[in-house]
């Protein structure tokens, strides 16, 4: 009788003496393994990247918007009818349940000049509020203050692109820029941000106070106005209750009835996070599903590769069940000779993965994350391939005559 040690030996010596074929049989185990890392990897980390967006955007955000213009028939899109103002900005703070922080943004492009330097960029006009709500940190100098706003002070808030490309080395604090024409003393300068998960430049943006954009630089047939106003809640729980107060509010203060269209929007951010996240997720689900297709073929492979040897080993199998070797030692051998080729192919899947994620995120722009539990994931799968693809020839061997199998040729 013989014991599971000796059964191991077999299986593995057998192995050895057909090490092409059994590298060959592999094969479609390693691309499947190495095809679902890269994949998972891949969607990992950028759901990690646009998770880390959505965080420097700031949290438990409602954002109210003008509503779109008609010029013509034609919808003009988001914030091209100028509908909220200051004073609304005002009334969601001291009326709205919930509320943490509020701020009123409104941005225009514009040209920036100091020496000889020049550079064109968006020129924000808010309260030092926009900042809290929106996750920018003072790297050096200072916020805004009540009086800036209060006395349309010629003070900005710069981003670290725009102080490389205007003032290279030079510390910005307390210099003069242009916006346009008008002077403006720097009083701040942000934290680095880096690229957002859509490619735009966190860095490259100037704050002002927003009176003093609305007097001073946009020149609005509109005074007053804001294209946007910025909601902060206390509470996540509490987001709705203080997005159904803002809608309120400003239906009061505009004048609109029941039947009537708001002329403004309000975006729950929360809802757009977790909608964008779930499309991530749904995006690695299906990229790993793919990948996991080459694993299957690799688990056939085995298969057919599995019934080859059983009929080319029918004499052997023949000569050791006359020699007493039951037929679930025979079994065995073939489910440990197919698990082996199979674990095997998987760890040098692994391996193979893992140095392409790496590859991938080294030679593109893409975001990598390489988790254990997806190289876990995939040497259990590919063990459990080769016991389930290695079990059907496994069984086939142990059914075999010892008197028919000794007769084959």
């Known amino acids: ?48 990247k646009i998770a880390s967006d959505m965080e420097s955007m700031g949290s ?20 091209t009818k100028p509908t909220l103002t200051l004073k609304d900005a005002d009334a969601i703070e001291k009326n709205a349940r919930g509320i943490l922080a509020v701020a009123p943004y409104s941005a225009e492009s514009k040209q920036l000049t100091y020496g000889n330097q020049n550079w064109s960029t ?59 024409n008008v002077p403006f003393k720097i009083i701040g300068l942000l934290k680095v941000k880096g690229q957002s998960g859509m490619g735009m430049d966190q860095d490259d943006l100037v704050f002002i106070p927003i009176t003093t954009a609305q007097k001073k630089i946009f020149g609005t047939a509109f005074p007053g106005t804001v294209s946007m106003i910025n909601v902060k809640a206390t509470d996540p729980d509490i987001l709705d209750v203080t997005q159904a107060d803002v809608t309120e509010i400003l239906k009061q203060r505009h004048r609109i009835g029941k039947n009537q269209e708001n002329d403004f929007e309000v975006r729950n951010m929360a809802e757009m996070q977790e909608t964008i996240k779930s499309a991530v997720r749904s995006m690695s689900f299906f990229l790993g599903a793919i990948a996991s297709i080459s694993l299957l073929v690799g688990g056939i492979g085995i298969m057919n590769i599995m019934i080859v040897s059983v009929t080319e080993r029918t004499k052997e199998i023949g000569i050791r069940m006359a020699i007493g070797a039951k037929a679930s030692d025979i079994r065995i ?64 061997a142990s059914l075999l005559n010892p008197i028919d199998a000794l007769r084959y040729e």
């Open 333 to 396: 051998q073939f489910l440990i000779e197919a698990f082996l080729l199979s674990i095997i192919g998987g760890i040098i899947g692994v391996i193979v993965g893992v140095l392409g994620a790496e590859a991938v995120g080294m030679f593109s722009s893409k975001d990598i994350a390489i988790s254990g539990f997806s190289i876990l994931l995939s040497l259990s799968v590919s063990g459990l391939i080769g016991i389930g693809f290695g079990f059907y020839p496994a069984y086939k």
């Open 1 to 48: 009788m013989l014991d599971f040690k000796s059964i191991f030996k077999m299986a593995t010596v057998s192995l050895k003496i057909n090490k092409m074929r059994s590298a060959l049989t592999s094969l479609g185990i390693i691309i499947g393994v190495s095809a679902v890392i890269i994949m998972l990897a891949i969607g990992s980390g950028t759901s990690k």
């Open 60 to 79: 438990n955000l409602l954002m109210v918007r003008s509503a779109s213009a008609n010029s013509g028939g034609v919808r003009m899109g988001s914030g």
């Open 122 to 180: 968006s020129i924000g006009g808010t309260t030092a509020s926009y900042l809290f709500i929106r996750n920018y940190e003072i790297s050096s100098g200072r916020n805004f203050v009540p009086e800036d706003n209060k006395n349309c002070s010629k003070v900005a808030i710069i981003g670290n692109t725009v102080a490389s490309e205007l003032f290279g080395d030079v510390d910005p604090i307390n210099k003069t820029m242009r916006i346009g």
